[in-house]
């Protein structure tokens, strides 16, 4: 099974429409991330959290919201969708060990706003 | 500033033939990690390599190899004998040390040619 999952894995929605994404994550990892991918931006840091009761914007959170119901659990919320928001978003989780600092991706949602 | 330039957009090269796709990036902390991560056209992102800032020791791994250069700022991946399945957007990534949070180049696409 995989270490990062996140779901839905594709979603189409309407203009106005709250939606949900989750993540979950078996690595133990204290970190979670979420980002989008733009075609020719990268990927973009919307919130970050490191342990349940640590959340931060990232560097663009407006138009998202987020919640860690757990160490394991990362939800991403659009309160009200909009076609700028159309993208692929990825879950991370970040783990270190002694010195080092790797972030591991789920497999990304693909959001279609209309 | 912090920041990580591909600027590669797209290269294409035709299977067998070596590639190199560059990364520079800028920072004023001392301390920092690198990373490589690469988007097969199935969408997730795949770690490659972190390198830290001050082990400047070029590393091989099968076809692949990182050249890191810290008076440059530079941090080039090269694939030797390209294969098709190499075809993928490839990221760079930077991380200072402790911030826990990644700065993502703009990513080069590589289309290997049979």
């Known amino acids: 099974d995989a270490d990062v999952t996140q779901t839905p894995r594709n979603r189409i929605t309407k203009t106005g429409k709250r939606i949900m994404l989750e993540c979950s994550q078996t690595k133990g990892h204290d970190r979670m991330y979420w980002y989008r991918q733009d075609p020719g931006l990268g990927l973009r840091l919307i919130y970050y959290s490191f342990d349940v009761k640590d959340i931060n914007k990232g560097e663009i959170s407006d138009g998202y919201s987020v919640s860690r119901q757990a160490q394991a659990k990362f939800s991403l919320s659009l309160e009200s969708a909009i076609p700028n928001q159309t993208a692929l978003y990825f879950c991370?989780?970040?783990?270190?060990?002694?010195?080092?600092?790797?972030?591991?991706f789920g497999p990304g949602t693909r959001l279609l706003v209309l | 500033a912090q920041k990580v330039t591909q600027a590669q957009t797209e290269i294409s090269v035709v299977e067998k033939e070596d590639v190199t796709l560059d990364c520079v990036y800028e920072?004023?902390?001392?301390?920092?990690?690198l990373f490589w991560y690469k988007q097969p056209p199935s969408g997730e992102l795949v770690f490659l390599i972190r390198?830290?800032?001050?082990?400047?020791q070029n590393e091989i791994s099968g076809r692949y190899s990182w050249n890191f250069q810290k008076s440059t700022s530079s941090f080039n991946f090269t694939i030797t004998a390209s294969q098709v399945v190499d075809s993928a957007v490839y990221f760079c990534a930077l991380s200072p040390l402790g911030t826990y949070k990644y700065i993502f180049g703009t990513g080069t696409r590589l289309k290997v040619l049979a």
């Open positions: 390198r830290n800032s001050f082990d400047e």
């Open positions: 920072t004023r902390d001392t301390t920092y990690y």
């Open positions: 991370a989780t970040g783990g270190s060990l002694g010195w080092e600092e790797t972030q591991y």
